[in-house]
């Protein structure tokens, strides 16, 4: 069984620019979530989806994050623009239940 | 609303020796707790949950973990190190109703001394 997919692995930007993170989930899992992991925290979830729609993006900052999970299968994460303070690694998750959720390799966005 | 505090930030232990890993937890309902490993540049990977029943839970990779309700505590056990359990644990807890929001720990870098 194919893993969750992530791309691209690394990003470097400057501050004020655009970004997209791509998440491909594992075939068969109608949620996929977004965590942002800044360095030295626990993953934080930035926005829940339950096939094609929000469950939760109480944590997503409106103003400058989106998201979309078009067709219910992957998802991109953009940002813009970009701050500083948004330098982190983005975790893409997926499940098909609420006991286990499915990791991606996640992307390391640097802010410069 | 959860909250879990992992207090370790690092823990140094030597290769073949016993290591628990602390997690303590709030929350004002019923939970599921979930123990994740996360590898250098990979993701997290779940090495055991306690859902309900027995409060010992086995998991992968010869981890344990113990459900202590009136101390609100999840510790992580494993009884004898390798070096390839150098590696970042987090603990995390979710409601055991509704939306099954994730709220992790800040993480306990563990590290096997040779």
């Known amino acids: 069984e194919a893993g969750v997919a992530q791309s691209p692995r690394y990003k470097i930007i400057e501050k004020r620019q655009s970004v997209a993170f791509w998440c491909n989930p594992i075939?068969?899992?109608?949620?996929l979530y977004w965590y942002q992991q800044i360095l030295g925290q626990g993953p934080k979830l930035l926005i829940q989806f339950q096939n094609n729609g929000v469950v939760d993006d109480s944590q997503l900052p409106k103003d400058r994050f989106s998201a979309e999970r078009l067709k219910g299968v992957d998802s991109t994460l953009k940002i813009q623009p970009a701050k500083l303070e948004d330098s982190a690694v983005y975790l893409c998750a997926s499940s098909s239940d609420r006991y286990e959720q499915y990791f991606g390799p996640g992307t390391r966005l640097t802010v410069t | 609303a959860q909250s879990v505090t992992q207090l370790d930030s690092q823990v140094p232990v030597f290769e073949e020796a016993p290591v628990e890993l602390r997690c303590n937890y709030s929350s004002s309902v019923s939970v599921y707790l979930f123990w994740y490993v996360q590898y250098p540049n990979q993701g997290l990977q779940l090495l055991l949950k306690y859902l309900s029943g027995s409060t010992l839970v086995k998991g992968i990779n010869g981890f344990e973990a113990e459900f202590n309700k009136s101390q609100t505590s999840f510790h992580l056990r494993k009884p004898s190190v390798h070096i390839s359990d150098t590696a970042e644990y987090f603990c995390a807890v979710s409601p055991n109703f509704g939306n099954e929001k994730l709220t992790f720990g800040t993480g306990t870098r563990l590290t096997i001394i040779p």
């Open positions: 075939s068969g899992h109608a949620t």
